[in-house]
C-alpha cells in the first residue's frame, strides 16, 4: 500500500513539476483514486485473458471420446435438413392468414414452389427412415445402438431422481448410461411423429390415388393430424430439442457432438457416467 | 297580344302539350313499315305518365321535333343527352355509365358492333321506374326476365335453382343475376377484376353465404365458406393457384341446386362424377364423408375427435416439455447460488 501510494505521489509531483502548480490535497486525493482504479481494471482485463489462454490450451490437451459414428452423424444431418425444409414450407400453409405465411409465399416464388420444396423435404425425411430401419436392422452397430435406446425401468427411476435433483432433494445427479431418459425421449418421439406425418403424408401427396380407394373422411382425418402433429413435433423440435442442444446453460451456444462425433473426456465422465465406466473397464480388460 | 300567345302557351300543362304528339303515337296500331317489316310507333301513354319521367313533354327527350307532325324521323335519343354532368335539366348524374363503359357489353357494342344491351334495353323506354318501383324492369325480382330477354339459356338454368325458388318463395335476398355479374360494370370472368373470376367467386358468394342472418331464413348452413378457406382448395386458391376448385367447381353457377335434387352436381350419387373433373380416380368413396369440414366443431364427426386428441395431447406434452426445462433452470440457478455463497 504504502509503495503504491508512493508512486502515486511520484506521477503526481512530477506532472505538478512540469506545469509548475501545486495542487490543493481534496484533488490530489481524488487524482490518487482515480489512477488506482484505472490499475485494477487493467489487472483484471490481463487475468481474464491468462484465463482463457489457459482453458484454450485445456481443451486441445483434453481427451476425447468418439461418441457418435459418422452413420448416425449423417442420419441426424439429413433428418434435421428435411425436417427444417418441412417445417418452414409447412406452417405458412397452416398459419395462411397470418402476414408472415402471405409474405413468404412472396418470396419464395408462390404456393406451387413451396409445394415441390415441401415434397423435397419429405422425400428427405422418408430416405432417412428407411435408412435408419436398415441401420437398426442390418448392421452390428446399428443393433447395438438400438438395444441402447430401449426403454427400461432405469429411465424411470432416472426421471424421478433428476426431478428431484431439480428440486434439490436429493444432491445426487442421475447417472446416465450411453443414452439418457431426455436422449432417448427424443429418439422415440420421433417413431411417433414418422409414422403420423410420413403416413398421413403420402396419403395428402397421392390424394388423386388414394381417392379411389379410401373414403373421403379418412383424407379428412389424414389433413387434419397432419396438421396437428406438424405443429406439435415443431414445439417439440423448438422448445424441448433446442433446449436440450442448443440453449442449455450447459452447451450454450451449441453442442457440437452430433456434428462432429466426439465428446471430451470431462462431459462424457459428467453427461455419461455409466457409459464411462464402462468403457474404461473394457479398456482395463485388454 | 303576343304576350297573351306566350302565357297561353306556358300556361299548358304538359299533358295538353302531348296531346297533339298522342294524336297518332296515342293509337295501338300506330305504326310504319320499314325494311318490309312493320315497325309499331305506338306509345303507352300511361307508362309515360308512371315513369320517373312523368313531368317531363315528349319533345323533352324528343328535342328535335319542332313541328307537330313531324315530317322526318326524329333523330335517335339516348339517356345522357340529359344525364350527363351539368345538365341544367336536373337530371340525376351518377357513376354508372360510367361503369357500364367498361362492361362486356359496352365492349361489345364498340368493337365488335354486336347486339348489345344499352341502358334502355335494361331501363325501358318510356316506362323507366325506380329499381325499387315493382313494376320496373330492373326491380330485384324482374331482373332475370330483364336479362332473359337476351340471355334466355341463362334464364331457363336459373328457373330451375334453389336462388330463384328462394327469389319466388318471398327469400328477398335470394340472388339474381346482378348479385353475381354485378349491374353496370359486368365484366368478364377472365377479368381479374370481375366477381366471376376465379380469385373473386368465394368473397362474391361469401356476401350472402356467410352472412348469419340470410342463412338462417333459408336453412343454409352459414360455416361453408368458411370451412372452404380452409380447405386445401381455398388455400390454394388464396395463393393464385387458380386451377383449385372455387365454389361453382362442385356446385354450378346458373342452375344451383340442393344436394337433395338428384339433378344436382353436389348429390351424393354424383359426387364422384363431379370430383372426377380434376381428380380422375374419384370413385364413390368422396361421398363418404362430410364435405365442408370444420375440425373444431363437433359436426366435423370423426375429424373433431382427431383434432381434440392433438389439442390436449400437444398441450400436455408441450407443457411436461416446459416444466422439466423450467426445473432444471431453477435448479441450476440454485445450485450455483449456493456455489457462489
Known sequence: ?286 | MKFLIILFLFSQTPEDQNRRCLLCHGKKDFGIMEKGEFKSLYVSYKDLKQSVHHKFTCVTCHDDVRVIPHLIKPRKIHCLQCHFEGNVIGAPVREMPEKYKESVHARAKKEKGKKAPDCYDCHGIHNVRGPEDTLSTVYKENIPETCGQCHKKERDGYENSVHYKGLKEGVFESAVCTDCHREHDILPPEDPRSTLNPRNVVHTCEKCHADVKIMKKTGVPVKQVEAFKESFHGIALEFGVLKAANCTSCHGYHEILPSTDPRSPINPANLAKTCGKCHPNASQNVAKGKIHVIPGEKEAGIVYYVYTFFKIFTFAVILGLIIHIILDLIGRFRRKEIAGE
Open chain 1, 1 to 286: 500500500m504504502q509503495e503504491n501510494n508512493n508512486i502515486e505521489e511520484k506521477i503526481l509531483r512530477e506532472i505538478e513539476e512540469e506545469e509548475e502548480v501545486v495542487l490543493e490535497r481534496k484533488i490530489r486525493e481524488k487524482i490518487k483514486k482515480e489512477i488506482k482504479e484505472k490499475y485494477r481494471k487493467e489487472f483484471k482485463k490481463i487475468r481474464k485473458k491468462i484465463e482463457k489462454k489457459k482453458k484454450k490450451e485445456k481443451k486441445k490437451k483434453e481427451e476425447y471420446f468418439v461418441r457418435f459414428s459418422l452413420n448416425i452423424r449423417l442420419q441426424h444431418f439429413f433428418l434435421a435438413v428435411g425436417v427444417l425444409i418441412l417445417i418452414i414450407t409447412g406452417l405458412p400453409i397452416k398459419f395462411h392468414e397470418a402476414a408472415w405465411a402471405k409474405l413468404f409465399f412472396k418470396i419464395i416464388g408462390g404456393i406451387q414452389v413451396s409445394r415441390i420444396l415441401h415434397r423435397i423435404g419429405a422425400t428427405i425425411l422418408i430416405i432417412v427412415s428407411v435408412w435408419h430401419m436398415v441401420y437398426i436392422v442390418f448392421t452390428k452397430e446399428g443393433r447395438r445402438e438400438f438395444i441402447e435406446l430401449l426403454p427400461r425401468l432405469k429411465d424411470v427411476k432416472d426421471f424421478i431422481q433428476n426431478i428431484k435433483y431439480f428440486l434439490g432433494l436429493t444432491k445426487e445427479k442421475p447417472k446416465f448410461g450411453r443414452f439418457s431418459y431426455i436422449e432417448k425421449f427424443d429418439y422415440w418421439a420421433v417413431y411417433w411423429g414418422m409414422v403420423i406425418m410420413v403416413g398421413s403424408g403420402t396419403i395428402l401427396w397421392f390424394h388423386n390415388f388414394f381417392l379411389g380407394i379410401l373414403p373421403k373422411f379418412i383424407i379428412d382425418i389424414a389433413k387434419e393430424a397432419h396438421s396437428d402433429e406438424a405443429l406439435l413435433a415443431t414445439l417439440a423440435i423448438v422448445i424441448w430439442h433446442w433446449y436440450n442442444a442448443h440453449f442449455n446453460p450447459e452447451v450454450f451456444p451449441f453442442n457440437p457432438t452430433i456434428f462432429t462425433g466426439k465428446i471430451s473426456k470431462e462431459r462424457m465422465m459428467k453427461e455419461h457416467p455409466l457409459e464411462y465406466e464402462k468403457i474404461m473397464k473394457e479398456k482395463n480388460k485388454k
